[in-house]
């Protein structure tokens, strides 16, 4: 199950670009702050939100991954005043709005295996304790 909750996340990770230019990095880390600290809290996650939608829409691989699988956009925004937890909602938001049916379908498997409802995850587990429990037992 762990392995399967692995796969399923890596399908809904946006995926690191190879041979990602540190420098371009930079660069664009640089251009976002200095837009971003311009702007109030709120307006700046919203427009970071807008960045990575419009990163999505026209296949941008590094301000994509950069906005929506890297440390960064939360770290920045935490350093405005903003809980990262909230930048995560938004970016979940921006991300289930640009999902294809293969990412739709791995995040409903995958609140089924870790949501609140982990009814399959403990019958996994109790299934897996009994047959260790039953395997010495056998003559």
């Known amino acids: 199950m762990t392995r399967e909750v ?8 946006v995926p690191k670009p190879k041979g990602l230019d ?10 976002l702050k200095m837009l971003l ?16 939608e419009k990163a999505l829409a026209t296949g941008d691989e590094v301000k994509a991954w950069l906005l929506g699988a890297s440390d960064w956009p939360s770290l920045y925004m935490e350093s405005r005043g903003v809980l990262p937890e909230e930048w995560e909602k938004t970016k979940e938001t921006v991300l289930i709005n640009r999902q ?12 089924l295996l870790t949501g609140k ?10 299934v897996r304790f009994y047959a260790g429990v039953c395997v010495d037992k056998l003559p």
């Open 6 to 13: 692995e796969r399923l996340q890596e399908v809904l990770t």
């Open 100 to 111: 294809d049916e293969k990412q739709a379908e791995a995040r409903r498997l995958l609140k």
């Open 117 to 126: 409802q982990k009814s399959v995850a403990t019958t996994i587990k109790s």
């Open 22 to 31: 540190q420098g371009e990095l930079l660069n664009l880390k640089a251009d």
């Open 37 to 52: 600290d311009t702007l109030e809290k709120g307006a700046a996650q919203r427009r970071l939100a807008q960045e990575l």
